[in-house]
């Protein structure tokens, strides 16, 4: 079955960095978009950013635009998320995620079947 398991989350200060990583076994990696989402305690889980299956294109929330970084290694099965200039907003646990289909796109969670664990960031002021 499809298994996807979250790394790197942690506690940091604003203004700092974390790179999370998100192994996948299960599915045909390289056909799959991969996306990121978080939620935050009382609040509904958001997009974060999607990279498509090639890792050609990438999208991303207007509130991490410019500070976080998605990518992807077809090879080893793994999508990454780098986040810089971190701020106390962006505390939430952060899930990867995989649509219901091979080469399907979307940033609505809900569109998503398969979801990792999850991993918590904790930014403080």
């Known amino acids: 079955q499809v298994q996807l398991v979250e790394s790197g989350g942690g506690l940091v200060q604003a203004g700092g960095s974390l790179r999370l990583s998100c192994a996948a076994s299960?599915?045909?990696?390289?056909?799959?978009?991969m996306g990121w989402f978080r939620q935050a305690p009382g609040k509904e889980r958001e997009f974060v950013a999607v990279i498509i299956w090639s890792g050609d294109s990438t999208y991303y929330a207007d509130s991490v635009k410019g500070r976080f970084t998605i990518s992807r290694d077809n090879a080893k099965n793994t999508v990454y998320l780098q986040m810089n200039s971190l701020k106390p907003d962006d505390t939430a646990v952060y899930y990867c995620?995989?649509?219901?289909?091979?080469?399907?796109?979307?940033?609505?969670?809900?569109?998503?079947?398969?979801w990792g664990q999850g991993t918590q960031v904790t930014v403080s002021s």
């Open positions: 299960g599915l045909t990696f390289s056909s799959y978009v």
């Open positions: 995620a995989a649509p219901r289909a091979q080469f399907y796109h979307s940033t609505n969670h809900k569109r998503y079947d398969y």
